[in-house]
T-cell receptor, first 109, second 115 residues
Framework: EDQVTQSPEALRLQEGESSSLNCSYT??????LFWYRQDPGKGPEFLFT???AGEEKEKERLKATLTKKESFLHITAPKPEDSATYLC??????????FGPGTRLSVLP | DTGVSQDPRHKITKRGQNVTFRCDPI?????LYWYRQTLGQGPEFLTY????????KSRLLSDRFSAERPKGSFSTLEIQRTEQGDSAMYLC?????????????FGEGSRLTVL
């Protein structure tokens, strides 16, 4: 059975203080790994798709990387508007998407 | 087309009542998913459709839950005889199967409160 864990559960950063979020996964066959951002009371918003180990994607202050067992979401010089829950999900060849519990990020001004 | 839309956004009901949620996916997407999310947890898979065919249902899905996608466009999720444990955010997402892009695009969700 596919499993996704994320750490830390919650993270508080000062504005400008860079850090990384971790997503560890076990999957029978990885079709894709996905990162989402979710604001309170809203649906998840798509950020990145990673397909194979070694792949990297960047968007503004965010950079996602992938290995065979985990993915990292690096946040460089975060701003308060980056505060949200960040969700990781994997898709296997059965077409289902399995989500992790998320990391709640707070960026203080 | 601006994205996935869900209706209603909020629903408060009494235990034992039936509720129905509607989802309109992105028009060119042929795959539609329903997820449930409780506070502090990630989305939990319920079921998904490809066109009008329901291809997979979660083992955790009670028989009080039923979903349809009659013409391969919008979908409904009905919960019969609601229980307090059904209180959650119900998320709908759609995706396409052609090409390499297959990420899910979510609606804003329908929040259910069972009193």
């Amino acid at each position: 059975e596919d499993q996704v864990t994320q750490s830390p559960e919650a993270l508080r950063l000062q504005e400008g203080e860079s850090s990384s979020l971790n997503c560890s996964y076990t999957v029978s066959g990885l079709r894709g790994l996905f990162w989402y951002r979710q604001d309170p009371g809203k649906g998840p918003e798509f950020l990145f798709t990673l397909y194979s180990a070694g792949e990297e994607k960047e968007k503004e202050r965010l950079k996602a990387t992938l290995t065979k067992k985990e993915s990292f979401l690096h946040i460089t010089a975060p701003k308060p508007e980056d505060s949200a829950t960040y969700l990781c999900a994997v898709q296997d060849y059965g077409q289902n998407f399995v989500f992790g519990p998320g990391t709640r990020l707070s960026v203080l001004p | 087309d601006t994205g996935v839309s869900q209706d209603p956004r909020h629903k408060i009901t009494k235990r034992g009542q039936n509720v129905t949620f509607r989802c309109d996916p992105i028009s060119e997407h042929n795959r539609l998913y329903w997820y449930r999310q409780t506070l502090g947890q990630g989305p939990e898979f319920l079921t998904y459709f490809q066109n009008e065919a329901q291809l997979e249902k979660s083992r955790l899905l009670s028989d009080r839950f039923s979903a349809e996608r009659p013409k391969g466009s919008f979908s409904t999720l009905e919960i019969q005889r609601t229980e307090q444990g059904d209180s959650a955010m119900y998320l709908c997402a759609s995706s396409q199967t052609s090409g390499r892009i297959r990420e899910l695009f979510f609606g804003e969700g329908s929040r259910l409160t069972v009193l």
